[in-house]
């Protein structure tokens, strides 16, 4: 019978892990390679049993180490083939905490990430075409707080997503 992990994580706020030792880095760098892997794949993987593995992961979820799963997607071919990334530069006045929500609200917005420097914040946008890019500065210019806007188009993705487990083994000194 295969077993299979349902449900999202269950986060207890302000609650986290205090440490995650080699098994669990093991677990998690295996997840974040096969999200869709049973439990007793993962044990095999890791040496440990499918009931070891499933008791690990849940401690992971409760404590908000492991804070979801999803399915990586090709933009292109969901018709997503233009991407950019936006620095926004705030006014003197800016809220950084309404800017952010008024960003989280543009559907084309897929991450947002508040940085130190000129620009308050630097977004990944996704959109069909460079027509929808120029809309969508547009939509991002008016939002109250926002000065500016400094945008890089992506020619090519080498590499994205890659899982990184805080793991230093193998790191050249």
């Known amino acids: 019978m295969r077993q299979e992990r349902t449900g999202g994580p269950r986060v207890r706020a302000g609650h986290r892990v205090s440490r995650v030792d080699a098994l669990d880095r093991q677990i998690i760098a295996a997840l974040r390679a096969n999200g869709r892997a049973t439990y007793a794949d993962l044990g095999r993987q890791v040496g440990l049993s499918a009931s070891a593995v499933h ?28 991407t950019a990334l936006i620095g926004i530069h705030p006014t003197d006045i800016a809220d950084d905490n309404e800017v952010a929500d008024a960003l989280s609200e543009l559907i084309e917005v897929e991450s947002c990430y508040r940085v130190a420097g000129d620009e308050s914040f630097i977004v ?30 992506v020619l090519s993705t080498r590499f994205e997503g890659r899982p990184n487990t805080g793991d230093d083994e193998g790191d050249v000194t």
Do not use: N
């Not at 990944?124 to 400094?150: F, H, N």
């Open 55 to 82: 008791e690990r992961v849940g401690k992971l979820e409760s404590s908000g180490v492991i804070v979801g799963y999803h399915a990586v997607v090709d933009p292109s071919a969901v018709g997503l083939g233009v």
């Open 124 to 153: 990944k946008v996704r959109v069909a075409t460079v027509d929808d890019l120029e809309r969508s500065l547009g939509r991002l210019r008016r939002i109250p707080g926002v000065a500016r806007t400094r945008t890089t188009v």
